[in-house]
T-cell receptor
């Protein structure tokens, strides 16, 4: 069975500060990993995904994530937070290719303080 | 415009009154899925479908039914809704699954009294 743990359901950062959102996963096979963002009153949209190519993945809006197999982690970072980054962020894992389930974490709400 | 649509967006109903939430995608995607989002629990998968006439249970299927008679549509049916099904529901689709991005609908907020 696969699972995702997001540490910190709420994270606050100052505008311009580093954003770090943590995600740890468990999977019995090499996983596919995703970060999605949800703005208020909207559906989820993909920020970035890891599919066994480069371990450092760059996404939209200046976000990136690094896949670390030894730590079973896929933390999301952004060097400088912007007010528009305030949203809820979800990490998700899928066990390999083909038609498999996707498991989401509980989400982390990011607050950006001016 | 490529999109996933859901209807209705908001629904208030009473316990036991059957309802259907529709989901449609115009991207010719094979894979479709339903999730519910609850505070502190994130997104939990209800059912998914790998293609027409092929569906399978997700993590929380109890009290829900689905069908996939056409590739573009994947309705969610609550035959006898209960208050614990009050939630925010999302439909999603992707070309297949595994490493593919899922495209999400705008959500349906359901309240069961």
């Amino acid at each position: 069975a696969q699972s995702v743990t997001q540490l910190g359901s709420h994270v606050s950062v100052s505008e311009g500060a580093l954003v770090l959102l943590r995600c740890n996963y468990s999977s019995s096979v090499p996983p596919y990993l995703f970060w999605y963002v949800q703005y208020p009153n909207q559906g989820l949209q993909l920020l970035l995904k890891y599919t066994s190519a480069a371990t450092l993945v760059k996404g939209i809006n200046g976000f990136e994530a690094e896949f670390k197999k030894s730590e079973t982690s896929f933390h999301l970072t952004k060097p400088s937070a912007h007010m528009s980054d305030a949203a809820e962020y979800f990490c998700a894992v899928s066990d390999g290719g083909g038609y498999q389930k996707v498991t989401f974490g509980i989400g982390t709400k990011l607050q950006v303080i001016p | 415009e490529a999109q996933v649509t859901q209807n209705p967006r908001y629904l208030i109903t009473v316990t036991g009154k059957k309802l259907t939430v529709t989901c449609s995608q115009n991207m010719n995607h094979e894979y479709m899925s339903w999730y519910r989002q609850d505070p502190g629990l994130g997104l939990r998968q209800i059912y998914y479908s790998m293609n027409v006439e092929v569906t399978d249970k997700g993590d929380v299927p109890e009290g829900y039914k689905v069908s996939r008679k056409e590739k573009r549509n994947f309705p969610l049916i609550l035959e006898s809704p209960s208050p614990n099904q009050t939630s925010l529901y999302f439909c999603a689709s992707s070309p297949r699954q595994g490493d593919d991005e899922q495209y999400f609908g705008p959500g349906t907020r359901l309240t069961v009294t």
